[in-house]
């Protein structure tokens, strides 16, 4: 059983198109976040969620915005798709909010390439 | 604020040989400390973490890693290197809300 699963795995699009990129983890986590993955392998994060309630939301331009419809899944939907969105997206659970010595799980991340 | 930096982007040792991936944190409060290993196409896998029970601290695939405070480190190593440990591996440190900040990465090649 995957713990934290990604789709699509590859998404190729064109830009000012909007795409979808859904996540669902299994393991009863409060906790969910997005992360993006640059070129050069620089992992930032981008949303964080817990409990569907945003907590964590960095500087990331307004045409991602992260929904959340029940605790096991986490969707960032991108408008208007630019060159610059061309990342892997990694999608992570963790136990609780504020826990901070909690590990974070991962998800086999979704490689987003705009043309 | 919290940071971790890892020197050297890329490491390449021997087959059997010490592997040593560098992190040195920042932090305002006592950290809580990972590292994460990444096999191609992949997502990020715990290898071990730190969370102030013993310094040391052993993880999988024969990986361990010493928090020194005095010296704001966390290095991973493994004593004797083996081709399935090609991979990148990243540090970590916590901040509010269990919020990661990742290092730069660390590419290891093991030569044959």
């Known amino acids: 059983d995957t713990a934290v699963s990604q789709t699509p795995k590859y998404l190729v699009t064109q830009m000012g198109n909007d795409k979808s990129i859904k996540c669902e983890q299994n393991l009863g986590h409060d906790t969910m976040y997005w992360y993006k993955q640059d070129s050069k392998k620089f992992l930032k994060i981008m949303f964080s969620y817990n409990n569907k309630e945003l907590i964590i939301n960095e500087t990331v331009p307004n045409r991602f915005s992260p929904k959340s419809p029940d605790k096991a899944h986490l969707n960032l939907h991108i408008n208007s798709l630019e060159l610059g969105d061309s990342a892997v997206y990694f999608c992570?659970?963790?136990?609780?909010?504020?826990?901070?010595?909690?590990?974070?799980?991962f998800g086999p991340g979704t490689r987003l390439t705009v043309l | 604020a919290q940071s971790v930096t890892q020197l050297g982007s890329h490491v390449s040792v021997s087959e059997g040989a010490l592997v040593l991936l560098r992190c040195n944190y920042s932090s305002s409060v006592p950290p809580y400390l990972f590292w994460y290993v990444q096999y191609p196409n992949q997502g990020l896998q715990l290898l071990l973490k730190y969370t102030s029970a013993a310094t040391l601290v052993k993880g999988i695939n024969g990986f361990e890693a010493e928090f020194k405070k005095s010296e704001t480190s966390f290095h991973l190593t493994k004593p004797s290197a083996h081709m399935s440990d090609a991979a990148e591996y990243f540090c970590?440190?916590?901040?509010?809300?269990?919020?990661?900040?990742f290092g730069t990465g660390t590419s290891l090649t093991v030569i044959p």
């Open positions: 992570a659970s963790s136990p609780r909010s504020g826990g901070n010595s909690d590990t974070q799980y």
């Open positions: 970590a440190v916590t901040g509010t809300g269990n919020q990661f900040y």
